[in-house]
């Protein structure tokens, strides 16, 4: 009786230390199709979905590996509910439906400080960390840009600059060995270097700009430039 007790104390300490990994996709909004088609070739976002398939894409391929992989997915949700009505569908219970499906944390953020407080509270307590962080949307070398030619055509009123990650997110967080990547454009230029700086893992960038039509193939964006930390 002794030794049973002893050993179910043991393994309630050891359950009580053991540290879970938790992975964060932030998906940013997408832009108006009625500001976009005046823009003629340098048009974005024909597709609503290329930032939540490339994410699905992402966590498929993950829950693939580990099917009970805890996964916090962040979402710009006034980007949808503005391109929904402009299209006459309801993509918010699109992007529920697509997140129950798989078993996500999800999280909607309307402004980017709900988005930084959305990544810090992704560990559920102080022991957990985050081992991989994707980031899908907009973007230009300085900056996540949660929304692009939504709000004001061809520019962006929410967006976590570079020089803020330091002080709005929390560097504890993250595992020593955390996988990070953007698939933004041209984030390889200069974020990618802040962001090393301020938590002490690299987070893979392009130089150059990043396409979304392998998406729609099952496969992530790819770069057009490099791919540097």
């Known amino acids: ?57 992402y966590i498929d391929s993950a829950l693939a590996k580990n099917p009970g992989k805890d996964i916090v997915w962040i979402v710009y949700r006034p980007s949808y509910i503005t ?12 992007i529920r439906e697509t997140a129950g499906k798989r078993h996500l944390r999800l999280k909607f953020v309307d402004t980017a400080d709900e988005a930084y407080k959305a990544i810090n509270h992704a560990p559920r307590n102080k022991k957990d960390k985050i081992t991989a962080f994707y980031y899908f949307g907009h973007s230009n070398p300085h900056a996540f840009m949660l929304d692009y030619s939504n709000s ?6 929410a967006w976590m600059h570079e020089k803020d990650l330091a002080t709005k997110i929390n560097k504890n967080i993250f595992a020593p060995d955390a996988e990070c990547w953007s698939y933004g454009c041209y984030t390889g230029r200069s974020m990618s ?9 690299g987070m893979w960038g392009n130089t150059e700009s990043t396409r979304y039509q392998p998406v729609g193939e099952g496969k992530l964006p790819a770069g057009a430039g490099k791919w540097v930390q």
């Open 1 to 57: 009786m002794k030794l049973m007790r002893n050993v179910l104390i043991a393994t309630l300490l050891a359950g009580c230390s053991l540290t879970q990994a938790v992975e964060v996709v932030l998906c940013g909004g997408v832009a108006l199709r009625s500001w976009e088609n005046l823009r003629g070739p340098s048009a974005h976002d024909n597709w609503w979905a290329n930032f939540v398939r490339a994410s699905t894409v």
């Open 83 to 94: 391109r929904g009505k402009e299209n006459q569908i309801d993509y918010i219970s699109r």
């Open 152 to 157: 004001v055509m061809a520019a962006s009123k």
């Open 193 to 201: 270097k802040y962001w090393k700086d301020a938590f002490g893992v």
